[in-house]
């Protein structure tokens, strides 16, 4: 498993918390929520974009996706800082895909769809 992307120990902090069932509805709800805001990012302007890459941040924290949740956070500073000409791309989805096949592996959830 790769260690650096998810930090598990929040994973089972988190599944131990608010029980089975409602870590896989919230994982759910997390992967529709993120894949769409992965879809925006590119034709975002500089607020949306901001704002975009704050929402996956602070939701990839809550759910252990420690290595998403850290290059969103590079990429939030660089496009409040007006650099938005590579936000979003490539770097970012590798780690996300990464971290969301990770995550679904390992709960048992299997590839998204």
Known sequence: ???????????????GEIGEKDFAQILGYFIEEADDAMQKLR???A??????????????????LRAFAEQCRL???????????SVGHDSLLLIYETSKEALLAETGKGHAA
């Open 1 to 15: 498993m790769i260690d650096w992307v998810i930090d598990w120990e929040r994973v089972g902090e988190l599944r």
């Open 43 to 45: 034709a975002a302007d």
């Open 47 to 64: 607020p949306r974009l901001v704002a975009l890459l704050h929402f996956l941040k602070g939701s990839a924290l809550n759910l252990g």
């Open 75 to 85: 990429e939030e500073v660089r496009a409040a800082g007006g650099d938005t000409s």
